[in-house]
């Protein structure tokens, strides 16, 4: 069966594609990055441009919920023992509060800790694959790939935070894995609105070259919701 659905408004052209070979990938949706006292709010970032576009997330995740696609999560954190925590990493950013530093919502990117869940207004279904990952990228370390290898996915519908870092970096992955890529403009965010605007343009500039951007309404009108 090869089903095409469509989306005429995506940029930066008409986006076809499969819902029967088609998974969304929700980026690091965590209480870290969300809410106050995590890594981000730590980074000296204001969380609450983040925690605007919940809402909007949650309804994309039912929408493919509805339409039986597959959902995978990720989280971006690292082992309690740090071995997975490269000392390039763990040395940038707040020099007072790092990676693994005791922090309000637990150990700061642990997984286990608190702040390294998803939050709970997009909590992960049992049947859902949620990916921990201790790069930007999704593929990196994980297995992803083989995962969206088994679920024979062609196509990847991305949302989450934040789009110039750990969104970006796994849809470039993606692409150089073949996959097409859509990115949902309305469920991506920043904590820096110009870097959030560059990335939507530099995805989408010489004709596709990382994917295609669309709202997350002409998604789910793709999908007749
Ligand atoms: N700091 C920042 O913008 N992002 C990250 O550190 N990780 C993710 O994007 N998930």
Not at 70 to 83: A, F, G, V
Not at 101 to 115: K, N, S, T, Y
């Amino acid at each position: 069966m090869n089903i095409m659905a469509e989306i005429p408004s995506a940029l930066p052209f008409a986006f076809a594609f499969d819902p029967a070979t088609t998974a969304l990938i929700v980026i690091d949706m965590q209480r870290d990055f969300i809410e106050p006292g995590g890594f981000g709010a730590s980074l000296g970032n204001d969380v609450s441009l983040l925690q605007a576009i919940v809402p909007t997330t949650a309804r994309l995740i039912k929408t493919c919920r509805d339409h039986g696609l597959p959902i995978i999560h990720t989280r971006e954190c690292h082992k309690p023992d740090l071995s997975d925590l490269p000392p390039a990493k763990r040395n940038r950013g707040n020099p007072s509060l790092l990676i693994g530093d005791p922090g309000p919502m637990g150990r700061i990117l642990i997984a286990g800790e608190p702040g390294a869940d998803i939050i709970p207004e997009l909590a992960p279904l049992d049947t859902e694959l949620v990916v921990d990952k201790p790069g930007k990228g999704a593929f990196y370390t994980t297995q992803l790939g083989e995962h969206l290898a088994q679920l024979g996915t062609k196509t990847l519908i991305l949302a989450g935070v934040t789009t110039e870092v750990c969104v970006q970096t796994t849809m470039r992955e993606a692409n150089d894995r073949g996959f097409d890529c859509l990115l949902i403009e309305d469920a991506t965010e920043s904590y820096f609105p110009a870097f959030k605007t560059a990335t939507l343009d530099m995805i989408r500039a010489q004709g596709a070259i990382v994917g295609w951007t669309a709202t997350s309404a002409a998604f789910a009108e793709a999908l007749h919701d």
